[in-house]
């Protein structure tokens, strides 16, 4: 499943927590999350090194008044370009939330697991070994037979392709 495919499917699917979904279509989705994700992480990094240099230059202007308040109008201008790309990115995040966990979801069930897993990731301790569970489940391959989640994908759109083929 190529990249665009996998997204236009999880966001048809965008609270759709029953069936199953292949691989590909996880993890080609899990890339579109993850890149807004760094994005706010690097506009978090961004603003506490800006943030950090600007007291450090006021702290050296100590008697200056007239390099304080230009350093000030320059701390006050990129607050509110923080602030922008902040609720940007939040809003981006908080829209891809519910898919995220659709398709995980929906990926458990393609191994035969049940999507109910994904809660354990919120206990307390349990969570670090339940993390990484969830995470080896995802790389599993695609169940060929048909389990109580519905057929294959994987295997289903392959057989479809095959009568056309002869």
């Known amino acids: 499943m190529s ?8 966001l048809k699917k965008y609270a759709n927590f029953k069936g199953r979904a292949r691989r590909s279509e996880y993890w080609w989705f899990w890339l579109l999350t993850y890149i ?10 961004w603003k506490l090194t ?14 200056d008044q007239e390099k ?11 607050d509110s370009t923080f602030a922008t790309w902040a609720c940007v990115l939040g809003i981006i995040l908080l829209l891809l939330l519910l898919p995220s966990l659709a398709v995980l979801c929906r990926r458990l069930h393609d191994t035969g697991r049940s999507g ?3 809660l354990l990731n919120f206990i307390p301790i349990v969570n ?4 990484i569970m969830t995470f080896i489940y995802t ?15 994987k295997y289903v759109s392959v057989d479809a392709a095959e009568p056309a083929a002869e």
Do not use: H
Not at 4 to 10: H, I, R
Not at 58 to 63: C, G, K, R, S
């Open 128 to 131: 670090f070994v339940t993390l």
């Open 68 to 78: 304080q308040d230009a350093l000030l109008a320059q701390a006050s201008a990129a």
């Open 116 to 118: 109910w897993f994904i």
């Open 36 to 45: 807004p994700s760094v994005g706010f992480s690097y506009l978090f990094n």
């Open 3 to 10: 990249f665009g495919k996998a997204v236009a499917t999880c």
């Open 139 to 153: 790389l599993l391959d695609s169940k060929p037979e048909d389990n109580k989640y519905g057929p294959s994908p």
């Open 50 to 63: 800006m943030r950090s240099e600007l007291e450090s230059q006021i702290a050296d202007a100590l008697f």
